[in-house]
C-alpha cells in the first residue's frame, strides 16, 4: 500500500498493491491494522454504502454536524472527481478543498477523518462508489453545501449542468451553515 498525500494534510490518497496477470488481478481493498497504522488511530467502521449513478451526477457536499463520519471512499465501476473540504474551523487548511479522480481502473482509495464534507462527480458513463463509515447515517444531522457555493470555488470538470437530487439542488452557503470547531 503506498500513500498519497493531498492538500489537506489528513486527508490521504490510498493506492493499494495490485497482483495483476493473464487471469485478472488481486488486491487486499481493505486491512485494519495497515488502515490503523496509516492513519495513526483507531477506527471502528459500522456501516458500509454502495451507490451506483450515471455520467454528470453529482452528489454533495454532504457531512453530519453531529454523529460526524469519516469514510474510505473507493469506486469498483467507472470514475469519479471526488472532492473533500476541509470544516474544521481549528484547522490551518479551513475552508480549502482537495480533488481525486478515483477509478475502478487506478483502484484508489481516499480517506476523509471526520470534520469534512464529501462529494463527487461521475465522469463516466456509470460510476459504483463503495465506502465505509465511522458513524451511521443520520439524516437528522445531514448538511449539504451547495455544490457551487462561491466561497468555495471547486473546480468541477463539467461539461454540462451537472444532474443533482432535489437535497443537493437546495444545499446551503458554507459561510452560512453549522460548521466544526
Avoid at 486527508?11 to 486491512?31: A, K, Y
Avoid at 463516466?124 to 451511521?136: F, G
Wanted: net charge negative.
Amino acid at each position: 500500500m503506498h500513500i498519497l498525500k493531498t492538500r489537506l494534510p489528513d486527508v490521504l490518497v490510498i493506492q493499494p498493491e495490485v497482483f495483476s496477470d493473464e487471469r485478472g488481478f488481486f488486491m487486499e481493498s481493505f486491512n485494519l491494522k495497515e488502515f490503523e497504522k496509516t492513519v495513526g488511530k483507531k477506527i471502528n467502521f459500522v456501516q458500509d454504502n454502495h451507490s451506483r449513478s450515471l455520467a454528470n451526477v453529482l452528489r454533495g457536499l454532504h457531512y453530519q454536524i453531529k454523529q460526524p463520519q469519516a469514510k474510505l471512499v473507493r469506486v469498483v465501476v467507472g470514475q469519479i472527481f471526488d472532492v473533500v473540504v476541509d470544516l474544521r474551523r481549528s484547522s490551518s487548511t479551513f475552508g480549502q478543498w482537495a480533488a481525486e479522480e478515483l477509478s475502478a481502473e487506478n483502484k484508489r482509495q481516499i480517506w476523509i477523518p471526520e470534520g469534512f464534507a464529501h462529494g463527487f462527480l461521475v465522469l463516466s458513463e456509470v460510476a459504483e462508489v463503495e465506502y465505509k463509515t465511522s458513524d451511521y447515517y443520520a439524516p437528522e444531522h445531514e448538511r449539504c453545501i451547495a455544490w457551487n457555493d462561491p466561497d468555495l470555488a471547486i473546480s468541477w470538470p463539467l461539461k454540462a449542468m451537472p444532474v443533482l437530487s432535489e437535497k443537493d439542488r437546495n444545499g446551503g452557503y458554507f459561510r452560512n451553515l453549522a460548521l466544526f470547531d
